[in-house]
Antibody, heavy 119, light 107 residues
Framework: QVQLQESGPGLVKPSQTLSLTCTVS??????????WSWIRQPAGKGLEWIGR???????DYNPSLGSRVTISVDTSKNHFSLRLSSVTAADTAMFFC???????????WGPGALVTVSS | DIQMTQSPSSVSASLGDRVTITCRAS??????LAWYQQKPGQAPKLLIY???TLQSGVPSRFSGSKSGTDFTLTISSLQPEDFATYYC?????????FGQGTKLETK
């Protein structure tokens, strides 16, 4: 049973870059035909898909975030990472990492990491 | 982007009730739809994918169906652990999008 765990600073200053890492355990990030995704959820609100990465490094991003988002993968460490630049208070949210099946569904999730953007 | 609209936004029900939640896509998505359950303080959990396929380990009281661009999640007999918020998600095209959620509350 694969498990995911987000980690990173819980507080980021406006205009700075948010960085989170998702560590995968119980299986190799390179096995199967899975993509690995980031999804965020502002408090009391719905879910927004941020983007995904394949173990080869191929990525797809949500255009709503423009060029602010970068997702990378380190297969040797069995983890993938999110960077979101030029953050504002509107980026305050719970950030989830998730495994995405070849059909496009999210079948395993991390518990989430709360990131607050504030000076 | 494909917009996913859920109804109702909230619903009150009692143990043993049959509950139906609807999700409508702004354009045709075939059967590229999933349903998730989220409890407070937890990550979402995949319940149903491909509109009607039950994820492994999910109780059979949950079911999904499709009619055109309308999708339905049905809980046949509410159990205490079913009170949660439910989201639909389309996997037809990027960016993947979710419905706004339906909160299932106890009556």
């Amino acid at each position: 049973q694969v498990q995911l765990q987000e980690s990173g600073p819980g507080l980021v200053k406006p205009s700075q870059t948010l960085s989170l890492t998702c560590t995968v355990s119980g299986g190799s990030i390179s096995s199967g035909s899975y993509h690995w995704s980031w999804i965020r959820q502002p408090a009391g609100k719905g879910l927004e898909w941020i983007g995904r990465i394949y173990p080869t490094g191929s990525t797809d991003y949500n255009p709503s975030l423009g060029s602010r988002v970068t997702i990378s993968v380190d297969t040797s460490k069995n983890h993938f990472s999110l960077r979101l630049s030029s953050v504002t208070a509107a980026d305050t949210a719970m950030f989830f990492c998730a495994r995405m099946t070849p059909l496009g569904y999210f079948d395993s999730w991390g518990p989430g990491a709360l990131v607050t953007v504030s000076s | 982007d494909i917009q996913m609209t859920q109804s109702p936004s909230s619903v009150s029900a009692s143990l043993g009730d049959r509950v139906t939640i609807t999700c409508r896509a702004s354009q045709a998505i075939s059967s590229w739809l999933a349903w998730y359950q989220q409890k407070p303080g937890q990550a979402p959990k995949l319940l149903i994918y491909a509109a009607s396929t039950l994820q492994s380990g999910v109780p059979s009281r949950f079911s999904g169906s499709k009619s055109g661009t309308d999708f339905t999640l049905t809980i046949s007999s509410l159990q205490p652990e079913d009170f949660a918020t439910y989201y639909c998600q389309q996997a037809k095209s990027f960016p993947y999008t979710f419905g706004q959620g339906t909160k299932l509350e106890t009556k």
